[in-house]
C-alpha cells in the first residue's frame, strides 16, 4: 500500500475484480447501499464511503456516484464512473482508513503529457492526474468508517469496584464494554456481557482497536493470558502485583508463549496518578489506554 501523501499518476484501465463491481445503476438502489453498510458495521469491518461532490468538464461520473471500498481495497457497492477514478480512489480510500482522517481529492483526467506534468511537479497529495482523455475534473469525498474502540474486561466473578468504575467511565469515554465474567455484580450494565467461567477468548474476534483489562486476581491468569497470545488485540493490561505477574510470566514460558507478548503486556497497569481507591485505579488504567491508543508512553503505575 502506498504510504500518506504518494502521488501518482494511473492509467485508464479496470481494477482488480472489476467485473465484480456494481454499475451506476445501484445509485437507484439505496436500499442495497444501506445493507451493505449495515453488514460491514455488524462485522466491525473498516471501510471507506467514496462520494463524487462536484465534476468539470467531461466526466463519465456525476454528484452523488458513490462507492463503498472494504479494507481489503475491493470495490463493494456502486461506482465513480469507471476504472479512470475508481482506481486512484481505491488508494485514498486504504490510507484515511490507515489515518482515520477524511480527505476531499481532486481528481484530473488528461492525456498522458499532462498528467505526468501534474504528477512530477504538484506537491499536494490530493491533486490526482489520470491519463485519459476524458478532460474533466471530479472532486471526490472519502471518508472512512472505522469500529469503535472496544474495551474489554475479563474479571473474576462478584462484586469489584474497579470493574464497575472501568464499565462506567469506559461508556463515558465513548468505549464499547464487553464484559466476560462468570457471575457479575454490576450496577451499569455493559455494552455486551459474556456470563461464561471457561470462555475461550481465543475464539472472541479482537482487534487492533481492542483494549484487554485482565482483573482476574490470579486464579485464571495464565490460561486467560495464553489465550490472548493467540489474538491480536490492541492492548493488554493485567491488574497484578510484580510478583505475582513474574510467577505467571515464568509459566507462560515453560508452556511456549513468546516472549514479544510477554514484553507487551502492560503491568502493573495504568499510569502512575497516586491514587489508590477503586475509581482512581480505573481512571488511571483508562488514561494508559487512551495514551497507548494515541503512540504515547508514560510511566507506569507502581506495582
Known amino acids: 500500500m502506498p504510504p500518506a501523501g504518494h502521488k501518482r499518476s494511473f492509467e485508464r484501465k479496470p ?4 467485473s465484480a463491481v456494481v454499475g451506476p445503476g445501484d445509485l437507484l438502489d439505496p436500499a442495497r ?18 462520494a463524487v461532490v462536484k465534476t468539470e468538464g467531461s466526466t463519465l461520473g456525476k454528484p452523488g456516484f ?18 479512470c477514478p ?18 476531499v481529492v481532486r481528481v484530473h483526467f488528461v492525456d498522458v503529457t499532462r498528467a505526468v506534468e501534474g504528477t512530477v511537479t504538484s506537491e499536494d497529495p490530493d491533486e490526482i492526474y489520470v491519463e485519459t482523455n476524458c478532460g474533466g475534473t471530479m472532486e ?6 472505522l ?20 464499565v462506567h467511565f469506559g461508556k463515558r469515554l465513548g468505549y464499547e464494554v464487553v464484559v466476560v465474567d462468570p457471575s457479575p455484580a454490576l450496577t451499569e450494565k455493559p455494552d455486551e456481557l459474556i456470563e461464561a467461567k ?6 472472541f474476534p479482537f482487534g487492533p482497536r481492542d483494549a484487554v483489562v485482565i482483573l482476574t486476581r490470579g486464579d485464571r491468569d495464565v490460561p486467560v493470558l495464553q489465550a490472548l497470545s493467540k489474538v491480536s488485540a490492541g492492548y493488554v493490561g493485567m491488574l497484578s502485583s510484580r510478583t505475582r505477574t513474574r510467577q505467571n510470566f515464568e509459566t507462560l514460558r515453560s508452556l511456549g508463549v513468546a516472549e514479544e507478548f510477554l514484553r507487551s503486556i502492560h503491568t502493573p497497569i495504568g499510569l502512575d496518578l497516586g491514587g489508590h481507591a477503586p475509581s482512581e485505579i480505573a481512571l488511571a488504567i483508562l488514561a494508559e489506554i487512551t495514551a497507548a491508543r494515541h503512540g504515547r508512553t508514560f510511566k507506569w503505575k507502581a506495582g
Not at 15 to 18: D, K, L, Q, T
Not at 140 to 145: A, F, L, N, Q
Open 66 to 83: 458513490k462507492t463503498v471500498i472494504s479494507k481489503d481495497g475491493e470495490i463493494l457497492y456502486g461506482t465513480l464512473g469507471g476504472g
Open 86 to 103: 475508481d482506481g486512484p480512489i481505491v488508494q485514498v480510500a486504504l490510507q484515511t482508513m490507515q489515518t482515520g482522517v477524511p480527505r
Open 15 to 18: 481494477i482488480n475484480g472489476a
Open 33 to 50: 447501499y444501506v445493507r451493505t453498510l449495515s453488514d460491514l458495521a455488524s462485522r466491525r469491518e473498516p471501510f471507506a464511503v467514496a
Open 147 to 166: 469500529p469503535p474502540h472496544r474495551l474489554v474486561l475479563v474479571c473474576q466473578g462478584g462484586r469489584d469496584e474497579i470493574e464497575e468504575h472501568l
Open 140 to 145: 471526490i469525498y472519502v471518508e472512512p468508517y
Open 198 to 203: 471457561k470462555y475461550d477468548l481465543s475464539a
